[in-house]
């Protein structure tokens, strides 16, 4: 006769993971990813680079017109739910974004990890990430992307370019601290299931929330600025005409204020990703601990002699 009982197997994936072993979890896969080769990190983090761009491609397209007919939060709320499809494709489609293999540090923490082999990991998949993110937009503007909507899509990409780059550099380290720490908790959220839809569920509301909030993420600037420097430089004049603007219009956005922002937005992805999640889930879960048979054997017995009473 046939069982009618569920596998074990199958309650592990309908059940998910508690925080412990989240943790667990979470530090496995560091361990797992400092023994990829470069070649596999680099074209790993091409991909997220590409897929994030997606994100913020979607992001754009919602926004542009939307801002005139809608209250500002709510704009800013449906460019974060349409972003979301950018991490839901690294997730489930096999890629990485350097701001979630800053979870690495658990493993570090832990002893299993040096640090020379976590900074190896951040900075080929953040070599990735520009590079996919800057190929994307540069793909998307051979196409005429910005050309869409009388070009008023390419006016919103300067415009939410222009606004970026323009941040004052602390500002920018305070929002990278903000938003990596969400986009973390949304990536710990997705290590709690082994099914693939409810890994993309739990990440749309943290990463909608870090979008519609404004807070900055160094991968995802690297598709938004770009693109904004590509558009500025290289759209022709049938554009600057349609939308009767110039690139003088927007000052603040040029190279050196690119890399300053990155510069700024990664330092706190970095401090916000490995200090306020990895950080504090590593203290709660994986730090060292006595264990309760040695605790139970090095406590005095009450009442023996000389002892003092507890």
């Given at each position: 006769?046939?069982?009618?009982?569920?596998?074990?197997?199958?309650?592990?994936?309908?059940?998910?993971?508690?925080?412990p072993?989240?943790?667990a979890?979470?530090?496995?896969?560091?361990?797992?990813?400092?023994?990829?080769?470069?070649?596999?990190?680099?074209?790993?983090g091409?991909?997220?680079?590409?897929?994030?761009?997606?994100?913020?491609?979607?992001?754009?397209?919602?926004?542009?017109?939307?801002?005139?007919?809608?209250?500002?939060?709510?704009?800013?709320?449906?460019?974060?739910?349409?972003?979301?499809?950018?991490?839901?494709?690294?997730?489930?489609?096999?890629?990485?974004?350097?701001?979630?293999?800053?979870?690495?540090?658990?493993?570090?923490?832990?002893?299993?990890?040096?640090?020379?082999?976590v900074?190896?990991?951040?900075?080929?998949?953040?070599?990735?990430?520009?590079?996919?993110?800057?190929?994307?937009?540069l793909?998307?503007?051979?196409?005429g992307?910005?050309?869409?909507?009388?070009?008023?899509?390419?006016?919103?990409?300067?415009?939410?370019?222009?606004?970026?780059?323009?941040?004052?550099?602390?500002?920018?380290?305070?929002?990278?601290?903000?938003?990596?720490?969400?986009?973390?908790?949304?990536?710990?959220l997705?290590?709690?299931?082994?099914?693939?839809?409810?890994?993309?569920?739990?990440?749309?509301?943290?990463?909608a929330?870090?979008?519609?909030?404004?807070?900055e993420?160094?991968?995802?600037n690297?598709?938004?600025?770009?693109?904004?420097?590509?558009?500025?430089?290289?759209?022709?004049?049938?554009f600057?005409?349609?939308?009767?603007?110039?690139?003088?219009?927007?000052?603040?956005?040029?190279?050196?204020?690119?890399?300053?922002?990155?510069?700024?937005?990664?330092?706190?992805?970095?401090?916000?990703?490995?200090?306020?999640?990895?950080?504090?889930?590593?203290?709660?879960?994986?730090?060292?601990?006595?264990?309760?048979?040695?605790?139970?054997?090095?406590?005095?017995?009450?009442?023996?002699?000389?002892?003092?009473?507890?």
């Amino acid at each position: 006769m046939l069982s009618m009982e569920p596998s074990p197997t199958l309650l592990a994936g309908i059940e998910g993971r508690l925080p412990p072993e989240i943790a667990a979890k979470a530090e496995a896969d560091g361990i797992a990813k400092a023994g990829q080769d470069g070649i596999t990190l680099v074209t790993l983090g091409v991909l997220g680079g590409a897929f994030i761009a997606f994100g913020a491609i979607f992001s754009n397209i919602a926004l542009t017109g939307a801002e005139a007919i809608l209250p500002f939060g709510l704009a800013r709320v449906v460019a974060g739910f349409v972003f979301a499809v950018g991490l839901g494709l690294v997730l489930i489609g096999g890629a990485q974004i350097f701001t979630g293999d800053v979870l690495m540090v658990m493993a570090w923490a832990s002893g299993r990890l040096e640090a020379r082999r976590v900074l190896r990991v951040w900075g080929l998949v953040w070599i990735g990430n520009l590079a996919g993110a800057a190929g994307t937009a540069l793909l998307v503007l051979l196409a005429g992307h910005h050309l869409f909507g009388g070009g008023q899509v390419g006016v919103t990409a300067l415009r939410t370019a222009e606004a970026k780059a323009a941040l004052p550099f602390d500002r920018a380290v305070l929002l990278g601290v903000l938003c990596n720490t969400l986009v973390c908790l949304a990536i710990w959220l997705s290590l709690s299931s082994r099914q693939p839809a409810h890994r993309v569920i739990v990440i749309v509301l943290p990463i909608a929330a870090f979008v519609a909030a404004g807070f900055e993420h160094a991968v995802a600037n690297m598709y938004f600025i770009s693109f904004g420097l590509m558009i500025k430089g290289m759209a022709g004049e049938g554009f600057w005409q349609a939308v009767r603007l110039g690139p003088e219009a927007f000052p603040e956005l040029g190279f050196v204020s690119f890399a300053l922002n990155l510069l700024a937005v990664t330092i706190g992805n970095v401090a916000g990703g490995a200090v306020l999640v990895a950080g504090i889930y590593w203290l709660l879960y994986r730090r060292p601990r006595e264990s309760p048979q040695r605790l139970r054997r090095d406590q005095p017995a009450a009442g023996g002699a000389g002892e003092a009473p507890p």
